[in-house]
């Protein structure tokens, strides 16, 4: 697995990723919806399975003396890898942001631990969503992008609608981090077990599909 997941990095990674990784650091503007953050580096995701496409990767990869779940694990593994590290690098310029120019986010949802946590979710429907398309037909990136998409979209804007309407979010969810911040941990903490939990059914579903498609 570790000779796959160095296939993909040398390989499968599309350059726009390393760039959309770097649009963490978007948490530094005031009043921005900062989840479009996440769609930036779901639309990084898009691009590397796009790319895929147009240079054969998936069959390149079944010459390879390997079985089909390997080469969906060694993809998925790749992708929530790429999403860890959107989040993880979110969390200094959240700490810069709080202890030198904090301001609350009149558009949307506070730079602070809840938005760590939404982040996990969103990439838990998009994960599950599109990667259970692509692998029914490899070949159409595009619909199970535009498929995921929707389902991701109607999400971050349930989040940042909700700051502006249920009490619970706007004096708990949306705030400062040391205003209820055990609370927000336990957000977290959910947030990362649903995010491991769907990518295993993920996982095991696109492994079922990949294996019927005739390649």
């Known amino acids: 697995m570790k000779n796959i997941l160095y296939k993909e990095l040398k390989l499968a990674v599309h350059p726009s990723t390393y760039v959309f990784l770097l649009l963490s650091s978007m948490v530094m503007i005031p009043n921005y919806p900062y989840m479009v953050i996440f769609f930036y580096s779901i639309l990084g995701i898009f691009f590397i399975s ?3 496409r147009e240079t054969k990767d998936i069959y390149y990869s079944m010459l390879l003396p390997i079985d089909r779940s390997d080469i969906v694990k060694a993809r998925i593994l790749f992708v929530c890898l790429i999403e860890i590290s959107q989040v993880l690098l979110l969390i200094p310029f ?23 946590a939404m982040g996990f979710l969103i990439y838990s429907i998009y994960n599950y969503v599109f990667f259970t398309h692509y ?9 199970s992008f535009c498929i995921a998409s929707i389902f ?3 999400l971050m804007i349930i989040i940042e609608s ?6 619970f979010v ?4 949306d705030t400062p981090d040391n205003i209820f911040l055990f609370g927000k941990i336990m957000i977290l903490i959910v947030s990362i077990f649903i995010f491991i939990i769907s990518n295993i059914f993920t996982y095991k579903k ?5 294996s019927d498609v005739d390649i």
């Open 206 to 210: 696109s492994v079922k599909l990949f």
């Open 170 to 173: 706007i004096n708990y969810i």
């Open 94 to 116: 959240i700490i810069i942001k709080n202890i030198f120019v904090y301001t609350p986010n009149l558009a949307g949802l506070d730079a602070n631990i809840s938005l760590l």
């Open 152 to 154: 991701s979209t109607i």
């Open 162 to 167: 909700s700051t502006h309407i249920f009490p």
């Open 135 to 143: 692998y029914k037909n490899v070949n159409k990136v595009g619909y």
């Open 50 to 52: 796009l790319n895929g």
